[in-house]
């Protein structure tokens, strides 16, 4: 695309991440598992929840008779009742059936809300990803796709941005119509609020803006190719010898 820089590629992708989250979409409903991750390497120190270093998600799956529906991911800052109690707010519709663990914080997060059912892995002898399937296959999935595609170099700071192009990708993995998909992320584009690269610098971690190049760009020399042709379109074609005919 004879784009100037990585900054410019990557503002241009954070722009179409900005928009991949319609405004007043639908929550998920009937029986929705529900869960946390952490994205990131080992650290030393308190495992578990008490984890420091990494970033905390959310997850929410809906079970849609046998299959597994729509997926809602998103940061949170703890696994507090009040942190997960605003997650199945934003993401769950009331009066759903929340499937969890057997973590302490759900039956307030939950509480005259939503039917909840929480099931201890502990103690109930089996795998999280049997007693969670869905939301367990969702971590997974979003991890090999941070770690191949994203090369892992996702920064906390920017960590819901690529979790809501993971999201928009995953949703719409069935639909038939690409090109509709397309037209309607750049209907969302035009819709959204302007962002700037300063608005999405990280404060103390991103290198300086590179200093502007005086006189005419030129090209790299990677890059100094001309314009490449296709050689074999320029070849004169052997004359055809004319078909014989065989007399019937």
Same mark, same amino acid.
């Given at each position: 695309m004879e784009l100037g820089s990585i900054q410019t590629a990557w503002m241009v992708l954070h722009r179409y991440r900005s928009v991949m989250v319609r405004p007043g979409r639908e929550r998920l409903r009937g029986d929705v598992e529900v869960d946390e991750s952490f994205i990131g390497g080992p650290e030393p120190g308190v495992r578990g929840r008490g984890a420091?270093?990494?970033?905390?998600?959310?997850g929410a799956v809906e079970r849609d008779h046998g299959?597994?529906?729509?997926?809602r991911l998103s940061v949170i800052d703890?696994?507090?009742?009040?942190s997960l109690a605003a997650f199945l707010d934003a993401n769950v519709e009331p009066g759903s059936h929340v499937i969890t663990d057997g973590w302490s914080a759900y039956p307030s997060a939950t509480r005259d809300?939503?039917?909840?059912?929480?099931? *201890? =892995? %502990?103690?109930?002898g089996l795998p999280a990803h049997e007693v969670l399937p869905g939301v367990h296959r969702t971590f997974s999935l979003v991890k090999?796709?941070?770690?191949?595609?994203?090369?892992? *170099? =996702? %920064?906390?700071?920017?960590?819901?941005?690529?979790?809501?192009?993971?999201?928009?990708?995953?949703n719409r993995h069935n639909a038939r119509s690409r090109g509709l998909l397309f037209h309607t992320l750049l209907q969302q584009a035009v819709e959204g609020q302007p962002m700037t690269y300063n608005s999405m610098r990280k404060t103390?971690?991103?290198?300086?803006?590179?200093?502007?190049?005086?006189?005419?760009?030129?090209?790299?020399?990677?890059?100094?190719?001309g314009r490449p042709e296709l050689p074999?379109?320029?070849q004169e074609s052997p004359p055809r010898e004319p078909k014989s005919r065989v007399p019937t």
């Open positions: 420091l270093g990494k970033v905390l998600i959310a299959h597994f529906g729509r997926v703890d696994a507090s009742a009040v809300r939503y039917e909840h059912t929480g099931t *201890s =892995v %502990s103690t109930s090999r796709w941070l770690l191949g595609t994203m090369q892992g *170099s =996702v %920064s906390p700071e920017h960590m819901q941005a690529y979790l809501d192009e993971w999201v928009f990708r995953f103390g971690r991103t290198r300086p803006r590179p200093r502007p190049i005086q006189g005419v760009r030129g090209t790299p020399r990677s890059l100094d190719v074999w379109r320029n």
